[in-house]
Every structure is written in structure tokens, then in C-alpha cells.
């Protein structure tokens, strides 16, 4: 495993330039902290696992904290990108090859903070998610879903969409989970056919579990089950819990939510954030 600051170069027999042939992560750093460090570290090993790529999570540990504690800036972006390494014939790896780790720092998009004050206006995707349950929840390279649907979020002048799967169930947004509540409680869709498992997704879901506060349940659900509810977010590591105001469905009705209810699962993330930022000090 050879692990890189990236310098933005590429090299041309990389699998991951290649064929999307590996993972990533992307971090939050606070004060030269990570946040939900513990879930991105999970996360990678989990998804190298699937993929059968070789990780040595201490030593990528150890370069993401001294990558993070080298920044000047107070709040960035950390991501992590794994490739499955150099070579090999065809879609067939070269075992020798070991993988490659980039660290790359970004700026941290401003415009979340005025979105999670005002809320997300979203529209619903006309683009589907294929169904592949063997890469369900893993944050893969292979992007090209989330590309066409950026695209109609751009045309539209939208915040985010929520996306379907090719079955027209509910997945998740363009680059984050979703929670909904409506007079039964707090509902996300399950994510073993397409998705993203992500790290605040996660938190969130094993914070109530054993908090009992409230009730969070994993299913399968239709838009109608949309029809009628209070609340809708959208989460993921760099927008935390984002609320949602308004859904314009595809007959171009909307539908509104009251943003207030999604300050529970705020706070829960921002006690978690506390505790990690007391924890690391």
C-alpha cells in the first residue's frame, strides 16, 4: 500500500483512472480534526473488503491525522481515494501491485452553512440507480449515475434530488442519505440494492439505537410514502444534517416540510462532534 499527498498527477495504467477500480471518503476537518473519524475508518475497511483491496488502515490512519494536523486552514476537506493499484491484463488486477492511497485537501463548501439555515430545495431525479447488491452501501469510484444527475440538478437550478432506484423505490440524494419523519416516526430507506452507506447515516442510526430518544426505522419505500410528511433531510460528513424545504415531484407538484423537526438528528451530531473534538484535544 503506497500512500500519496496527491500532486494531481495520474498514472496511466492506474485501475481507479481506468476502471473506477476503487473507494473513497470525504472528510471534514475541524481544527485539524476529523470528524466521525471512527465511521470513515470503518467505512474504508468495510468497502476495501468488498472489493478485495489490500488496506493497512493503521498506517492510513496515521497519514490521514498528519495530513489533517499539516493544514493551515481551520475547515477543509480531507478525501480519501483508494485505487486497486497499477496494471494488470484487461479488468484482471496484477496481485504484485499494491494499492494506491491519495490524500487530496479541498476548501470546505461555504454554501452549506446558508443552506442548512434556509433549507434544501429539491426536485426528484429522473435518472435511476441500478441495482447491484453486491455493491450496495459502498462508495465505489464508479460515478456516472451521480454525474447525469447533477446534471439535472443544474438545469433544474435545484439544491439536491432525491433519486429512485430502477424498482422506483427511494434511495438516497445525489451525494447524501435520506431521513424522513411522518406521523409514524423517523424512516430511511434501506440500502441493499444501490446507495451510499454514509458515515453520518451510520452515527445517526446507531446513536438511536441505543439512545431510544426516538425510533428510526429501515425499509423499503415508495414516493408515497413521502405524501404527508413532516420532515425530510438530507446528510452526509461535509453538510452534516441538511433540512430539506420543498420536493417538486415529477408532475411538477411540491411538496413542503417544516424544517424544525430535523433538529433532533442535528443535535445528536453536534453532541457527537463535541464529544470527538474533547476526546482529541
Not at 94 to 119: T, V, W
Not at 144 to 149: D, F, K, M, P, T
Not at 165 to 192: C, M, R, Y
Amino acid at each position: 500500500m503506497n500512500i500519496f499527498v496527491s500532486d494531481g498527477k495520474v498514472l496511466s495504467q492506474d485501475r481507479a483512472f481506468n476502471y473506477g477500480d476503487g473507494i473513497f471518503t470525504t472528510t471534514h476537518v475541524q481544527h485539524g480534526k476529523i470528524q466521525l473519524f471512527d465511521f470513515h475508518l470503518s467505512r474504508l475497511a468495510h468497502d476495501a473488503s468488498v472489493l478485495n483491496i489490500a488496506l493497512d488502515i493503521k498506517a492510513l490512519s496515521d497519514a490521514m491525522v498528519k495530513t489533517a494536523k499539516a493544514e493551515s486552514r481551520q475547515s477543509f476537506v480531507l478525501k480519501v481515494h483508494v485505487s486497486a493499484g497499477e496494471g494488470g491484463r484487461g479488468y484482471a488486477r496484477d496481485k504484485a501491485n499494491p494499492a494506491l492511497i491519495r490524500l487530496m485537501c479541498f476548501p470546505y463548501p461555504q454554501h452549506y452553512e446558508s443552506l442548512r439555515e434556509k433549507g434544501a430545495d429539491l426536485i426528484c431525479a429522473q435518472t435511476p440507480l441500478s441495482i447491484q447488491p453486491l455493491l450496495a452501501g459502498v462508495k465505489h469510484l464508479n460515478r456516472l449515475e451521480q454525474v447525469l444527475i447533477k446534471r439535472e440538478i443544474e438545469t433544474a437550478n435545484a439544491d439536491d434530488a432525491l433519486v429512485l432506484d430502477t424498482q422506483h423505490h427511494i434511495v438516497e440524494a445525489s451525494a447524501g442519505n435520506v431521513f424522513f419523519k411522518n406521523n409514524q416516526g423517523w424512516h430511511t430507506p434501506i440500502l441493499d440494492g444501490s446507495g451510499v452507506n454514509g458515515v453520518v447515516r451510520q452515527f445517526l442510526l446507531s446513536h438511536f439505537r441505543d439512545d431510544r430518544s426516538i425510533e428510526i426505522t429501515e425499509a423499503r419505500y415508495s414516493m408515497e410514502a413521502l405524501i404527508g410528511a413532516d420532515c425530510l433531510v438530507v446528510t452526509n460528513a461535509l453538510m452534516g444534517v441538511m433540512p430539506v424545504k420543498s420536493l417538486t415531484l415529477e408532475n411538477g407538484n411540491k411538496l413542503t416540510f417544516d424544517t424544525s423537526h430535523s433538529q433532533v438528528l442535528a443535535d445528536a451530531l453536534l453532541t457527537k462532534y463535541r464529544e470527538e473534538d474533547a476526546r482529541f484535544s
